[in-house]
């Protein structure tokens, strides 16, 4: 075999000889590039024990790289928001968590470009749903946007970068520093958010909102009955969460494969991926439970911000209680790559004159 720098190999110790084992088609010859082609096994065919072991290492490495990670979905239309959260984990994240970020492989140029400067372990959404053989890539490139992003976010765990993740949307920023505990229990468990949701039920019935209350009833019954569950109503975000590799892995050997379903499956039932985690985990216990409130302060709705606001509810207040804040962006439009006019955004403004909210 030629052109493979072995002694550029020998001087590596074998944590950073982990970055090797790519560089193999870089470096090497015809014959690798071949035998790649064939399905072959290179590190094995080229007779080098080194090889054979850095690959061994390599797996271990993946396993062990850590307990927690955290993650963000993101496409397009929210790389400024993407910026603005990957901007404050760079100034928060007092631990130095790793960050990784999803989106489709025809975004990576932009955001290369808007975050240049930041440390982001980009990954493609194709690269995620590649992990589970199970899934139908041609079924998956067929959703639309939400339900889709719902996907990625809930595979992540399968590339094994850490038995946790916290999962972010790009709609969210840290207002304090955080830390791993902030999101692992002291035995080392994920928190899980689990509330029912009261403050927002509260401010819908002020707000008159009938929706959200009529959209929770049905929505917790859905998801209820399929795992055939009975009792109260729980919410399992809003995001950001703490999500458990085994939870999810229960969820797919324990209920969907069993009834020959994926996630995509999954989504068409009941389109919620936080309840499909809460209720796994309710179903089948994969680890302790340790129920938290809401990680970050949430404004589902455009009133509900401009009501608090009217309380005079600050970001420094909100600091007091919750590690950042979620603006959620089906209302707020500030931070959209492309400006558009949009009439329910014109009659929300009448109406908050009206009603003051």
């Known amino acids: 075999m030629r052109g493979i720098p072995l002694i550029f190999v020998f001087g590596l110790s074998l944590r950073n000889a982990v970055a090797v084992i790519p560089l193999l088609s870089i470096f090497a010859g015809d014959e690798v590039r071949q035998w790649k082609k064939q399905g072959r096994d290179v590190t094995a065919e080229s007779g080098s024990f080194i090889g054979v072991r850095l ?101 992540f765990w399968r590339l094994g970068l850490a038995e946790n993740y916290v999962c972010l949307d ?57 795992f055939e569950r009975t009792g109260r109503f729980w919410d399992f975000g809003p995001i950001p969460v703490v999500w458990n590799a085994s939870v999810w892995r229960d969820l797919d050997e324990k209920y969907l494969k069993p009834r020959g379903l994926t996630f995509i499956d999954a989504l068409r039932q009941h389109p919620g991926e936080l309840r499909w985690y809460g209720e796994a985990l309710l179903a089948f216990r994969s680890i302790p439970l340790w129920p938290v409130e809401p990680l970050f302060r949430c404004y589902h709705y455009e009133e509900q911000y401009y009501f608090w606001r009217k309380a005079d509810e600050t970001e420094e207040k909100i600091a007091e209680n919750y590690l950042g804040v979620c603006m959620q962006s089906n209302w707020d439009k500030r931070l959209d790559l492309v400006k558009r006019f949009r009439f329910s955004k014109f009659r929300r403004r009448i109406k908050r004159a009206i009603t003051g909210i």
């Open 170 to 226: 790009s709609d969210c920023y840290f207002l304090r520093p955080f830390r791993k505990s902030d999101f692992l229990a002291p035995d080392g468990s994920a928190y899980t958010v689990m509330h029912e949701a009261k403050e927002l039920l509260h401010f819908a019935k002020v707000a008159g909102l009938s929706k959200v209350e009529r959209n929770r009833s049905r929505e917790g019954e859905e998801i209820m009955g399929l």
């Open 55 to 155: 690959r061994h290492v390599a797996v271990d490495e993946l396993k062990s790289m850590g307990d927690l990670v955290l993650f963000c979905k993101s496409f397009r239309d929210d790389v400024k928001r993407a910026r603005q959260l990957a901007q404050s984990i760079e100034q928060y994240n007092a631990d130095g968590l790793p960050f990784y970020m999803a989106v489709p492989a025809g975004d990576m140029a932009l955001f290369r470009e808007h975050c240049a400067d930041l440390a982001i372990n980009f990954l493609t959404d194709d690269e995620i749903v590649a992990a589970n053989p199970g899934l139908d890539s041609q079924a998956f490139a067929e959703l639309p946007g939400g339900v889709a992003q719902q996907v990625v976010k809930s595979e």
